[in-house]
């Protein structure tokens, strides 16, 4: 567009120069006689079109001044907002990560005995009935297959399953071939808790073995009961409904997991606790 504009400048500057020259020459050459005035009068409507063809071309680069300088100044504010946008990421990036890193001081006063790596979330595998994503840190940090991924607020995210100098994957407690051996906070109840897709509840966790005389209420916490890989009183999830599985014999429950798996953004490996 401001290609167009300039081309249409020019050829009406150029029109009207060539058209004052002709006036003024005539004028010159011809002088005030009869002749003269003749051609005066045969001139005047082209001096009223050069006068009309100068103001036009001062509209239009009155008009082009004004469009580049309009488009300078949008230009500047587009990197502004650019800027203040950038700004807004970094501080919300910057404010997650230091709600997380309080949560995880918080857990490290109550368990002094956990040693952990960080790693940040670099990409997702999920299928129908897997759920994994792989991190940025590895062998390399101390990570080994079978150690517990958590939060900063110590609820469970996984298992790693394979490593590498740089790398880990973890499947995430969504997982339906990932078991968790689990009992409610509050009562004792213990159960098995594994995802719940194999069973129709996707995106839930399912914890059965549970005594058919269990009383269940929502909202109830289920911990880790303890093992040699997850350690007891990771938070697992908190339930949502509960009912009596195909035997009828035993009660089930379904949990929302503490931890929102495909948020993540950053995780802690254990890489050490103490047992019992």
Partial sequence: ??????????????????????????????????????????????????RSLASQAETIYNYMFRYESLAAENEMLKNQINQMEKDYRTADVLARENERLRAL????????????????????????WTSSFTINRGTNQGIAEGMCAITGDGS??????????????IKSVLDSSLEVSASIASSGYNGMVQGGYATGEEGLLRMDYLPSSAVIRNNDQVITAGSTVYPRGLILGHVVDAGFD???????????????????????????????
Avoid at 4 to 17: D, E, P, Q, T, W
């Fill in 1 to 50: 567009m401001k290609h167009y504009f300039s081309g249409k400048v020019r050829a009406v500057l150029l029109i009207a120069v060539i058209l004052t020259a002709v006036v003024v020459l005539s004028t010159t050459l011809l002088g005030e006689g009869t002749v003269g005035k003749g051609v005066q009068t045969v001139l005047a409507p082209l001096r009223s079109g050069v």
């Fill in 105 to 128: 001081a918080q857990l490290k006063e109550v368990r002094e005995d956990f040693e952990l790596v960080d790693g940040y979330v670099i990409s997702w595998n999920s299928g129908d």
């Fill in 156 to 169: 469970v995210v996984g298992l790693v399953t394979e490593t590498g100098r740089n790398y880990a994957v």
């Fill in 246 to 276: 195909e035997t009828g014999v035993a009660k089930y429950a379904l949990l929302k997991p503490s931890a929102d798996i495909h948020k993540l953004e950053q995780v802690f490996i254990i890489t050490e606790y103490s047992v019992g």
